[in-house]
Nanobody, 129 residues
Framework: QVQLVESGGGLVQAGGSLRLSCASS????????MGWFRQVTGKEREFVAA????????RYTDSVRGRFTISRDNAKNTVYLQMNSLKPDDTAVYFCAMRSDFSVGDWSLYVSGVEYHYWGQGTQVTVSS
């Protein structure tokens, strides 16, 4: 069974930075496509960023492109989300997600939550103005 554990959330002032980490248990990480999503209470979960299993393809939602960077270290079974120039609108619970099955190609990216098989418990990011 795969477990995903996020860390790195917290309270930061607008314009500041945070780096989220998501550590995966199990042996499937290097074959998995990964994603970050966020959710504000009362709103739907929103796609933030995705990375292919080879780490060479990424995609971002428009509101974070140029400010956030997704990366992965397959040797450490960890995916990261570097968040710079944070804004109050970035305040949310951030979740990492994994898709791991035979259909995942080296360059595959997934932007819909229903395409992912495993989820972490989330980490709170609060950006004050």
């Amino acid at each position: 069974q795969v477990q995903l554990v996020e860390s790195g959330g917290g309270l930061v002032q607008a314009g500041g930075s945070l780096r989220l980490s998501c550590a995966s248990s199990g042996r499937t990480f290097s074959r998995a496509a990964m994603g970050w999503f966020r959710q504000v209470t009362g709103k739907e979960r929103e796609f933030v960023a995705a990375i292919s299993r080879n780490g060479r393809s990424t995609r971002y939602t428009d509101s974070v492109r140029g400010r956030f960077t997704i990366s992965r270290d397959n040797a450490k079974n960890t995916v990261y989300l570097q968040m710079n120039s944070l804004k109050p609108d970035d305040t949310a619970v951030y979740f990492c997600a994994m898709r791991s099955d035979f259909s995942v190609g080296d360059w595959s990216l997934y932007v819909s939550g229903v395409e992912y098989h495993y989820w972490g418990q989330g980490t709170q990011v609060t950006v004050s103005s």
